[in-house]
């Protein structure tokens, strides 16, 4: 079936810096990719949609210079969270549509 | 009010036993309905799909009932395995190919001996 390989898995980084979060897609194109955010016991948060070849759509209350999402070929897209603080900490994931949806495995960030 | 709402539980049950859990959804327009399995710390998983005619997969039974907006998934003969967070899943209606779900905040189950 379809695989989405999402790196880092954890990621510890100082509050200020950056850190980027990639979604490949392993064997099959993603036209689609949602990216979601998960804080302990809440639900899954959409963040963004983003297309190939085309601007991210945010949510309301999602900040797209913060969160930078970008989707430049078919297989990869990536979210990068610039200048990050200690509440950005959270559970990073990504899903591609592929007829149904497909996720990554998550990233856990820690911002400290 | 919250576009997918689910009882957080946890439900903790006997090996064994039969448990249902419910949900309900706001937007009457929602085509598309999912029941998810989360475990901990891990990306969600697709359990079933839930169609209006209502459908089983094994031990699992899912039911929607479009006219209250409630969807439920009953299991049957739990497993220590079913041990994990079972996420009510929803889309939001759409013009588009991809349609964005909507998650619930999860209801937790544990199997215990």
Known sequence: GAVVSQHPSRVICKSGTSVKIECRSLDFQATTMFWYRQFPKQSLMLMATSNEGSKATYEQGVEKDKFLINHASLTLSTLTVTSAHPEDSSFYICSAYTGGYTFGSGTRLTVV | ?113
């Open chain 2, 1 to 113: 009010r919250k576009e997918v709402e689910q009882d957080p539980g946890p439900f903790n049950v006997p090996e064994g036993a039969t448990v249902a859990f419910n949900c309900t959804y706001s937007n009457s327009a929602s085509q598309s309905f999912f029941w998810y399995r989360q475990d901990c710390r891990k990306e969600p998983k697709l359990l079933m799909s839930v169609y209006s005619s209502g459908n089983e997969d094994g031990r699992f039974t899912a039911q929607l009932n479009r006219a209250s907006q409630y969807i439920s998934l009953l299991i049957r003969d739990s497993k220590l395995s079913d041990s994990a967070t079972y996420l009510c899943v929803v889309n939001r209606p759409h013009t588009g190919t991809a349609s964005k779900l909507t998650f619930g905040t999860g209801t937790r189950l544990q199997v215990t001996l």
